[in-house]
């Protein structure tokens, strides 16, 4: 057998795929995800649909790959003490409870024939919004930036109505006296999100916290890392007994060139503008949204498809 | 030698007019880490005491079924502009793979009315009991079937694919895929004269995940929940371990 098809058979997938293509795609996603310092789950799990890995293990899989390569990140950053553990668990408990919530809606729609729709069409809407802010917002900061000089505009803290909620409590790390619905909320949405979604969710908490809730930059990524991994380890435990579809040997794979693809990617991403990343970034968001979209508006070659009965 | 092998296994046994002798290339298929499919040499001999009638016409027929399932199948339709799935219809029992050699195509090879009696054409293997009230084409859900495995290799119909030498000795090869159902993979050969059946012969081919694969099915079934902490451990471990390389590689 000659190396280059090296062909691995995925135990709980049940197909038989190129380990090095798989080793390839973990690692790429990997560079990308150190070079712009993203989870990568966002961009993995629509690679793995298109390389015919079925959604449902795509989903669960990749949540087991993120609490993986979150670990390190979270070590380091509780190192540095830039996880406010309070404002974490407040987070958690809110994300706990999205994921239980999301596997129940995956699962009721799974019955229904309807979790590919489902799984397509959050992809579609969530980095469509999410690459098309991106990339407005970093158009708008390189013409600010070859505008010369380059005058910052200082960001007054408003006192919104994120403010006035009842059940107020003191997040001492982060500097805020907050109502805890805020937070709560923002974790179950990341939760039905990562459990949908088979994110992390970082690419919404992250704005969350810094827009909604206030929070200061420096404890913001630290304490996304720490919900995440519980959240993210929560729903593998959910898929893996409601649906088994957690294929470790899919998610090892992927995790050793992700882990290698990071190191390289952070390597490079420090070498390159921020402002030029985030249009890549953008950009890149974007091709793999409207390639899931085509595949939703297009006529398909084959309108039927297969699938195990007896889920009504 | 194998030929002399068959023929005197032919010899020694007692029979019918004429009678299928099998043999097999091998009788289990295991799917490992790194299967990516099989191939089953098919051979035996036909055994007859009076002189090979000379008045009709013999071809043999193969099927190789494996393990049947209900089945859903879905058709997408346009609704607001995107494709969703639609209508359904469940199939109550479909072979997750078969194939069907003949040493002729399979008109000349078998009568329709055998067809029916022992179920041996790809239609005849599926078995649909009704539709629901909306759905009123079931049989395109059923051609789709159909359709979507035998592009994924999992339905062949491979007709003058058996070799039949002097109306004795026959051999036919199938290709098993790489993404196979575990299960029994019941074999028939059947002996037609002039498309009516004569003898059937029957036999099974085990397929099975072996090793790790098996273990870590069997696991993530029967013990889920130790399955997903595991797969939690193995994660977090394989990430740290990557990671520890590679800085050591750095220095």
């Known amino acids: 057998m000659a190396i280059g098809d090296m062909l691995i058979y995925l135990p709980i997938a049940e197909v038989s795929v190129n380990a090095f293509l798989l080793l390839g795609l973990g690692g790429m996603v990997g560079v990308l995800s150190g070079m712009f310092g993203v989870g990568g789950g966002f961009l993995m799990t629509p690679l793995l649909f298109f390389i015919g890995i079925p959604p449902a293990v795509a989903v669960a899989t990749e949540a087991n790959q993120i609490v993986a390569s979150s670990f390190s990140g979270v070590l380091a950053h509780l190192r540095r003490k830039t996880v406010d553990l309070k404002m974490g668990t407040v987070l958690l408990v809110g994300g706990l409870i999205g994921a239980a919530l999301g596997v129940v809606i995956f699962n009721y729609l799974k019955a229904m024939g309807q979790v590919d729709l489902l799984v397509r069409l959050s992809y579609v809407v969530f980095l469509g919004i999410v690459g098309g802010l991106m990339f407005i917002e970093s158009l708008r900061a390189l013409r600010k930036t070859r505008a010369a000089g380059g005058a910052s505009v200082s960001e007054r803290r408003k006192h919104t109505w994120v403010h006035n909620l009842p059940f107020k409590m003191k997040f001492r790390v982060s500097g805020l006296y907050i109502s805890v ?132 | 030698m194998l030929r002399w092998l068959v023929l005197f296994m032919v010899l020694a046994l007692p029979l019918r007019a004429e009678q299928v002798v099998l043999g097999l290339s091998r009788d289990e298929v295991a799917i490992t880490a790194t299967f990516d499919g099989s191939d089953i040499l098919i051979f035996g001999a036909i055994k007859r005491e009076e002189p090979i009638p000379e008045d009709s016409n013999l071809e043999v027929i193969i099927a190789l079924a494996g393990p049947s399932e209900p089945i859903t199948v879905r058709r997408k339709d346009r609704v607001a502009g995107i494709w969703v799935n639609v209508d359904a219809v469940e199939v109550d029992e479909a072979p997750s793979f078969y194939a069907v050699l003949s040493s002729a195509p399979m008109e000349t090879a078998l009568r329709q009315v055998e067809d029916l009696r022992h179920d041996i054409t790809i239609p005849r293997a599926i078995r649909s009991v009704g539709a629901p009230m909306n759905v009123t084409d079931a049989e395109a859900f059923t051609e789709a079937l159909i359709r979507i495995r035998a592009g994924a290799g999992l339905y062949q119909v491979l007709e003058n694919a058996v070799d039949l030498e002097e109306d004795t000795l026959f051999r036919g090869q199938v290709t098993l895929p790489a993404n196979l159902t575990e299960g029994p993979y019941r074999t028939r050969i059947f002996l037609t004269r002039d498309g009516n059946v004569v003898d059937i012969y029957e036999t099974s081919i085990a397929v099975n995940k072996v090793g790790l694969e098996r273990w870590l099915y069997e696991l993530s079934r029967n013990q889920p929940l130790i399955y997903g902490l595991m797969s939690l451990a193995i994660a977090i471990a394989a990430g740290w371990g990557a990671s520890a390389a590679f800085r050591l590689l750095q220095r």
């Open chain 1, 181 to 312: 619905i805020p937070p709560l909320l923002v974790g179950v949405f990341v939760g039905i999100l990562s459990a949908i979604m088979g994110v992390g969710g970082g690419f919404i908490m992250v704005p969350a916290m810094i827009y909604l809730l206030g929070m200061p930059t420096k404890v913001v990524v630290g304490t996304s890392l720490f919900q995440i991994i519980f959240v993210t380890a929560f729903t593998t435990l959910l898929h893996a007994t409601t649906n088994f579809t957690v294929d470790i040997v899919l998610a090892v794979l992927l995790l050793v060139g992700g882990v290698i693809g990071a190191q390289i990617g952070t390597r490079i991403g420090t070498r390159m503008k921020a402002e030029q990343l985030r249009i890549l970034l953008a950009a890149l968001v974007l091709v793999v949204c409207g390639k899931l979209a085509l595949d939703l508006l297009l006529t398909p070659s084959e309108i039927y498809s297969l699938g195990t009965a007896g889920g009504h």
